[in-house]
């Protein structure tokens, strides 16, 4: 008796690492209306006759930069001379700040003009997720998180649903609309909207991708480069960065494939050479 009690508890914890579960909280879909009315705004902007003379538009963002770490913002402690001269050119808000306080949901609003609690973006979309609840008790309790804390709600989404993760179709992009005006569109280096078949940047408006696609990636391919000396905090995050590499959302893409780059990634993003030969096609 006592060894069949035994035999069912191991089946059941064998049952929890490979069953998935999916929670209904997660469920995406997409409204066919908002679609068709999207399809119609970009059909009606691109056949409307274009100008033969447009401005170059060059938006630039800096991941996890605070107001106070710009000197045009009164920072004394750092000096940032030429974000200050874009400031003393062009404009500089001095009542707007950001929509979120972390990186994906603050881009779907850049992107969409939005605020993202208005279509569902108002968290990360994680690199994993647990498929059952062991999975998910064990990376909730486990010491290696250190200072990192476990505070959400179990959930398990499916593959397709992870999939659909980032900015819903139906929303109209700043990419699209200049694409539908007959603008090439790029984004080079982060994106972290999302890196299913229908959210990959090709697919939400860019001609032209070069970067990565998840939270983060190495900017030398390996710890130990030769000319540079890196360094690995004493951090849950920090170490799962390095042991992720450039694998996965971290690998280094250009129009969806996969490439090696050699170079330290700020340089690479900085030599646009591939991008100059894409503008003048």
Same mark, same amino acid.
């Given at each position: $008796?006592?060894?069949?009690?035994f035999?069912?508890?191991?089946?059941?914890?064998?049952?929890?690492?490979?069953?998935?579960?999916?929670? =209904?909280?997660?469920?995406?879909r997409?409204?066919?209306?908002?679609?068709? @009315?999207?399809?119609?705004l970009?059909?009606?902007? @691109?056949?409307?006759?274009?100008?033969?003379? =447009?401005?170059?538009?060059?938006?630039? $963002?800096?991941?996890?930069? %605070?107001?106070?770490?710009?000197?045009?913002?009164?920072?004394?402690?750092?000096?940032?001379?030429?974000?200050?001269?874009?400031?003393?050119?062009?404009?500089?808000?001095?009542?707007?700040?950001?929509?979120?306080?972390?990186?994906?949901?603050?881009?779907?609003?850049?992107?969409?003009?939005?605020? +993202?609690?208005?279509?569902?973006?108002?968290?990360?979309? $994680?690199?994993?997720?647990?498929?059952?609840?062991?999975?998910?008790?064990? %990376?909730?309790?486990?010491?290696?998180?250190?200072?990192?804390?476990?505070?959400? @709600?179990?959930?398990?989404?499916?593959?397709?649903?992870?999939?659909?993760q980032?900015?819903?179709?139906p929303?109209?992009?700043?990419?699209?609309?200049m694409?539908?005006? %007959?603008?090439?569109?790029?984004?080079?280096?982060?994106?972290?909207l999302?890196?299913?078949?229908?959210?990959?940047?090709?697919? /939400?408006?860019?001609?032209?991708?070069?970067?990565?696609?998840?939270?983060?990636?190495?900017?030398?391919?390996?710890?130990?480069?030769?000319?540079?000396?890196?360094?690995? +905090?004493?951090?849950?995050?920090? /170490?799962?960065?390095w042991? $992720?590499?450039? @694998?996965?959302?971290?690998?280094? /893409?250009?129009?969806? =494939?996969?490439? /090696?780059?050699?170079?330290?990634l700020?340089?690479?993003?900085?030599?646009?050479?591939?991008?100059?030969?894409?503008?003048?096609?």
């Amino acid at each position: $008796m006592l060894k069949n009690f035994f035999l069912s508890i191991l089946f059941l914890l064998a049952a929890g690492c490979t069953i998935k579960t999916t929670s =209904r909280q997660l469920k995406i879909r997409w409204d066919k209306e908002k679609l068709a @009315r999207k399809e119609s705004l970009l059909d009606s902007i @691109r056949n409307q006759p274009t100008s033969v003379s =447009r401005p170059n538009i060059v938006l630039i $963002m800096a991941d996890d930069l %605070g107001k106070y770490e710009v000197s045009a913002y009164g920072a004394t402690h750092i000096q940032t001379p030429n974000i200050d001269q874009l400031a003393a050119e062009g404009v500089l808000f001095q009542n707007a700040y950001v929509t979120a306080p972390i990186c994906s949901p603050s881009r779907a609003a850049i992107l969409t003009g939005k605020y +993202q609690q208005r279509y569902g973006f108002e968290s990360q979309p $994680m690199e994993f997720y647990p498929s059952n609840f062991l999975e998910y008790s064990t %990376g909730k309790n486990a010491s290696f998180l250190g200072d990192w804390k476990v505070v959400t @709600r179990a959930n398990y989404p499916a593959e397709w649903e992870i999939a659909k993760q980032g900015i819903p179709l139906p929303e109209v992009n700043l990419a699209e609309l200049m694409r539908a005006s %007959g603008y090439k569109t790029a984004i080079i280096g982060k994106w972290h909207l999302g890196n299913g078949k229908t959210q990959i940047p090709n697919k /939400r408006g860019f001609n032209y991708q070069y970067g990565f696609y998840g939270a983060f990636s190495l900017y030398t391919p390996s710890q130990k480069t030769e000319g540079f000396q890196n360094f690995i +905090q004493d951090d849950f995050s920090a /170490r799962f960065q390095w042991d $992720m590499k450039r @694998r996965s959302t971290a690998a280094i /893409r250009k129009n969806n =494939r996969v490439v /090696r780059e050699d170079k330290y990634l700020t340089f690479a993003i900085f030599d646009l050479g591939n991008f100059q030969r894409f503008l003048s096609d």
